[in-house]
């Protein structure tokens, strides 16, 4: 999907790159639930199916879209670090962090990499970094409560969302992926569509309250 704005310098900039993004993947599920109901028998069955892998692609793409537009929105303000939430000066670690799990940083390394987080606060976040918002293809409830831990977002507001996530689009989405024939029940289209794009609403409406009361900066 192109936006015609590339960047998302204000909140109007925020919300319209974010909507825009969700309405065409809603618009998308709608017509193919609408293909599913008047189709035939044999034709519904497929079609069922490829319910199930769409509206997993649309959950993962809008999350990943929304979360990195956020962080843009954010960085293109260019605030210092202490003028920010504690999360932010932690994401700009993180990746960092991980490499000391390799055990490859000698002890001066990881002493510089200590004397670099007390002194660091008044860097500026300018930068998203693309490790932080990894969907790895496998947008579980685990690695969305990692995007959602970055982005400042409370995990608990989704936690009744795990079965929908796991089990229900992903689980079925693998499955069918590699060839197994899982079948989907007219009776679940319902759920299927309208869970999916109950989760891409719930999950921009979250970044947009962020954005709009500004609940990113330090109180």
């Known amino acids: 999907m192109v936006h015609a704005v590339t960047k998302p310098y204000s909140e109007a900039d925020f919300s319209a790159q974010i909507t825009e993004d969700r309405n065409w ?15 035939d028998s044999g034709a519904r069955r497929v079609l069922l199916r490829a319910l199930v892998t769409i509206c997993y692609a ?18 293109l303000r ?6 920010l939430g504690p999360q932010f000066f932690k994401n700009y670690f993180l990746p960092r962090l991980a490499s000391t799990n390799s055990g490859k940083l000698s002890i001066a390394e990881r002493c510089a990499l200590v004397e670099e987080i007390l002194t660091s606060s008044d860097r500026r976040f300018s930068r998203v970094n693309e490790d932080l918002i990894n969907t790895k293809a496998n947008l579980n409830f685990e690695v969305f409560s ?16 795990l079965t929908f996530i796991d089990v229900v689009l992903l689980k079925r989405r693998n499955a069918i992926a590699h060839g197994e024939e899982t079948l989907i029940a007219i009776e679940d289209l319902d759920e299927v569509a309208n869970g999916t794009v109950s ?21």
Not at 25 to 37: A, G, N, W
Request: net charge positive; proline share 0%.
């Open 25 to 39: 993947r809603m618009k998308e599920i709608s017509d193919l639930k609408s293909s599913i109901r008047q189709a």
């Open 146 to 161: 990692d995007i959602c831990v970055v982005c400042g977002v409370a995990t608990e507001s989704f936690s009744d969302k």
């Open 58 to 75: 649309h959950w993962e793409g809008y999350a990943r879209f929304a979360a990195r537009k956020y962080l843009e929105h954010i960085a």
């Open 199 to 219: 989760l891409m609403r719930s999950f921009g409406d979250a970044l947009e309250n962020h954005v709009v009361l500004q609940t990113y900066r330090v109180a």
């Open 78 to 83: 260019k605030f210092q670090y202490s003028q």
